[in-house]
């Protein structure tokens, strides 16, 4: 195993939670890594770190060659899909990687698990996937929570009359003026009335598509869930080129196409993940506390999702303070919510440097049809009113940061954030 694991104490979850968002939740990273990679622009010396999910959007970082990645997840089965594809970066040639992370012939994993993969991840995830790699044999976009949820969605699309012709069509259209025609025919006066409205507002159909019970209320709080939803799907559908869009593909018709493949999964990328691969930290906790433990100045990416959605505006707040001690001075951090505003908290503001102009554009060319709105800011030299110097350089912050992540273990989480 040529990655590290940190395992750190992870305070009991409400229970709700807990029913909700354990085991697989994300068979895929749903945030758009083009988006991502313009606003990081990532280079050699960078320390990156990142919310798991489906480990998608780390091993895009990871194809970029960055000095160290750091993923992080509170959830340790996230964790462990993303340990089996390192496993499988590790150990197989691409042809077999994409036929079981791209689902072209993904019973070929249990050809390459026992000898290949399960000795290449850590005990933990070695219990997970000895339990559920069915899951994968059986085409992980099938299964874990989004699985079903995409499912039970192309399900509803037939009895609404969207076939999946009309759907496979949609995809392999070239034009926005192709994709609007279409969609106002065969999608819109078929998808938006109550059926839809009441399958937007079931909530324990929104928490399978993985949208938090805070999520759901600030969503529907602030914009109401089902015109929000009307709105970012009418978007995605007839201002953002479908063809190479793997997300909805994935999702209204359960495959990718061809060689419209998330970065990781390309041809391309996979000798800079091979060679990369030592240089990754999978760590399974809050995102707070193992900032808390790193060496402050000494992470120069942070790609937080939307986790702010799922958080108090107590946690948010003291989260984004962890944020700026570890940050590099200078260091960029991007994040991402369903509702159409959710500024940092005034207090943070001014150690902050916004770049609307260029989210906004980026969010824009969104394929996800997921987030109301996307932040990027530049952490300044002087936030908090601490003047900070970076790291005498990543080696000397990444000796450090694994020196610091292992004695972790040991220590009380303060405050899950
Ligand atoms: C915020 S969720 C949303 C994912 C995204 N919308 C998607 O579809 O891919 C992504 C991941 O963040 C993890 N997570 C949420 N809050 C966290 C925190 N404070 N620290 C670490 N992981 C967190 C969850 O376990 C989940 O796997």
């Known amino acids: 195993?040529?990655?590290?694991?940190?395992?750190?104490?992870?305070?009991?979850?409400p229970l709700l939670e807990r029913m909700v968002f354990h085991g697989i939740v994300f068979n895929m990273s749903w945030e758009d890594p083009e988006m991502d990679r313009q606003a990081f622009n990532l280079g050699s010396s960078d320390t990156v770190i990142s919310i798991s999910s489906a480990g998608c959007n780390p091993l895009n970082f990871l194809a970029q060659r960055p000095a160290r990645l750091i993923s992080v997840d509170s959830n340790p089965a996230q964790n462990a899909l993303l340990e089996l594809k390192l496993a499988g970066i590790e150990t197989l040639d691409?042809?077999?990687?994409?036929?079981?992370?791209?689902?072209?012939?993904?019973?070929?994993v249990t050809r390459v698990y026992a000898d290949k993969l399960r000795p290449n991840i850590s005990p933990r995830s070695q219990a997970y996937w000895d339990r559920n790699l069915w899951m994968i044999e059986r085409d992980l976009y099938r299964y874990g929570r989004m699985g079903l949820f995409c499912r039970i969605l192309r399900r509803f699309m037939n009895m609404m009359g969207i076939s999946a012709a009309i759907r496979e069509e949609f995809f392999e259209l070239r034009t926005l003026e192709e994709q609007k025609a279409h969609y106002e025919r065969h999608f819109a006066p078929k998808l938006w009335g109550p059926w839809t409205r009441r399958f937007v507002n079931f909530r324990p159909l929104m928490w399978l598509a993985g949208v938090h019970p805070r999520q759901f209320n600030l969503i529907d709080g602030r914009h109401d869930m089902y015109e929000y939803v009307r709105e970012r799907v009418e978007y995605a559908l007839t201002r953002v080129p479908v063809y190479d869009n793997y997300f909805l593909s994935l999702a209204g018709t359960g495959r990718f196409r061809g060689d419209r493949l998330p970065p990781y999964l390309m041809e391309r990328n996979f000798e800079a993940l091979r060679e990369g691969l030592h240089r990754v930290?999978?760590?399974?906790?809050?995102?707070?506390?193992?900032?808390?433990?790193q060496p402050a100045g000494s992470i120069s990416k942070f790609n937080l999702l939307d986790i702010f959605d799922w958080m108090t505006p107590a946690v948010f707040e003291q989260t984004l303070r962890s944020v700026l001690r570890a940050a590099r001075p200078g260091a960029t951090m991007i994040?991402?919510?369903?509702?159409?505003?959710?500024?940092?908290?005034?207090?943070?503001?001014?150690?902050?440097?916004?770049?609307?102009?260029?989210?906004?554009?980026?969010?824009?060319?969104?394929?996800?049809?997921?987030?109301?709105?996307?932040?990027?800011?530049?952490?300044?030299?002087?936030?908090?009113?601490?003047?900070?110097?970076?790291?005498?350089?990543?080696?000397?912050?990444?000796?450090?940061?694994?020196?610091?992540?292992?004695?972790?273990?040991?220590?009380?989480?303060?405050?899950?954030?």
């Open 94 to 108: 691409h042809a077999t990687f994409c036929d079981i992370f791209a689902a072209r012939n993904p019973s070929v």
């Open 1 to 13: 195993m040529r990655h590290k694991v940190i395992d750190l104490p992870m305070p009991r979850r």
């Open 335 to 417: 994040y991402r919510s369903g509702s159409y505003r959710l500024e940092p908290p005034a207090s943070i503001l001014p150690s902050l440097t916004p770049h609307s102009d260029l989210a906004k554009r980026l969010l824009a060319q969104d394929r996800s049809a997921t987030y109301g709105s996307f932040y990027v800011f530049t952490i300044r030299a002087d936030a908090d009113g601490v003047v900070r110097s970076a790291a005498a350089d990543s080696g000397a912050a990444l000796a450090q940061g694994a020196a610091a992540g292992a004695a972790l273990t040991g220590r009380e989480a303060v405050a899950a954030g």
């Open 281 to 293: 930290e999978v760590v399974n906790g809050w995102l707070g506390p193992y900032l808390d433990s």
